[in-house]
């Protein structure tokens, strides 16, 4: 006789299932974690320390600081359950903090939460849940994981809460990946999470949710981009599109693109003094290139790097995108190449699309993957980036 599944999807009865519990000290893996307990799982809680406490006491708000720390260590005594911290600081410096600098220097635009996901918590930390002998492991992310009734695979949907929703910062979750992770809270609200913390009582159950990167104090990245690489103030050129040098920048770490104020260069330079942008980041050259913001228009998209979930049944088709993690889904059409590139055409011009950023992909709902831009380019202008 099959066994009865419980409420994460394994056929085990709750005290039989090992739950590990990545916890960050912040209400909604901590909701998490006590929300398993109660339901009688057999809940471990590990949070990581990443990077220097001494550091980390200049910005309160940072997820896995000391007193994040402290916080969840506070929510596992009171729910009984056993918690480790584990020290994986040179991990997350080589694969996070590292890469983020490079990223920077290479002209991009990072997005290190999803090379932490990648890498240090979806894989180093996976790996020790296993070791650990748990059935799963649980986060505190607004992403629904739900199984395919034809498939028997597990697919990952977007949020309830399209606010809260986190599905870009998680398309780089491989399909193996998927199987092993839980995700309780997708199928409900933030305001439902605060709720329920302070139904369980929850030391942090008013603490404010982490606005910036957590290992960037007072959100001044070109600070710990000339920390880990000091040749990143190298001055150089600012330069328009038509070739006339305007300006000197004082490294191009401090430049995006679509950015328009702080490029110190005044006015004057266009025949009606329309403001200008950064439209192009040239590392081989150290120049920051400027334009019009007609210049900026892109709507094609280069990938690599790129993760395809079972959900992806198609090499070329018409999809929904998002290459910021706020946005709503504009359309477009995906042509993959091989399993690692890709290339997205959207249906209209967008400003702003940077190298480095992630192009996230959905049909409806479902998560199919995503991939790196490594390129912009535009089916109307000449000028790519």
């Known amino acids: ?146 199984v395919n009734e034809d498939t028997g695979e597990a697919e990952l949907h977007r949020a309830v809460d399209p606010g809260k929703d986190q599905s870009y910062f998680l398309f780089a979750t491989t399909q193996e990946q998927l199987d092993f992770l839980r995700f309780p809270l997708g199928k409900w609200e933030k305001s439902k999470t605060r709720e329920q913390a302070e139904r369980l009582g929850l030391v942090n159950a008013a603490k404010p949710d982490s606005q910036d990167i957590c290992f960037v104090p007072h959100g001044d990245y070109s600070k710990i981009v000339k920390k880990v690489r000091p040749e990143s103030d190298n001055p150089g050129d600012i330069v328009h599109l038509d070739g006339r040098v305007l300006g000197r920048h004082d490294g191009i770490v401090n430049y995006t693109i679509g950015q328009r104020r702080g490029l110190g260069i005044g006015g004057g330079f266009t025949e009606n003094n329309e403001p200008l942008y950064v439209v192009r980041i040239n590392a081989r050259d150290n120049q920051v290139i400027v334009g019009d913001k007609a210049a900026l228009a892109r709507d094609v998209m280069y990938l690599k790097d790129c993760n395809w979930l079972s959900a992806c049944q198609f090499d070329k088709g018409e999809i929904l995108v998002k290459f910021r993690s706020n946005m709503q889904p504009v359309k477009g059409v995906l042509e993959r190449d091989g399993d690692t590139h890709a290339t997205l055409t959207l249906d209209d011009a967008h400003y702003g699309i940077s190298p480095g950023q992630a192009a996230v992909c959905y049909h409806g709902d479902t998560l199919l993957g995503g991939g790196w831009i490594e390129k912009t380019g535009s089916t109307t202008l000449p000028i790519a980036a």
Request: glycine residues 6%; aromatic residues 8%; charged residues 25%.
């Open 1 to 146: 006789m099959e066994q009865t599944l419980n409420s994460l999807g394994i056929p085990k009865k709750p005290e039989d299932t090992r739950v590990v519990v990545a916890m960050s000290g912040g209400v909604d893996s901590s909701v998490t974690a006590a929300l398993l307990k109660e339901e009688g799982y057999d809940v471990v809680g590990i949070t990581l320390q990443l990077y220097d406490h001494g550091e980390a006491i200049e910005k309160a708000k940072a997820c896995c600081a000391g007193q994040d720390i402290y916080d969840a260590r506070r929510v596992a005594e009171e729910y009984d359950f056993p918690h480790y911290v584990l020290n994986y600081e040179s991990n997350f410096q080589e694969a996070v903090i590292e890469d983020f600098a490079d990223s920077y220097l290479r002209g991009e635009t990072p997005i290190p939460c999803v090379r932490c996901n990648q890498t240090v918590k979806f894989q180093d930390l996976l790996k020790t849940a296993r070791d650990l002998n748990a059935d799963c492991m649980a986060t505190g992310h607004y992403i629904k994981r739900v």
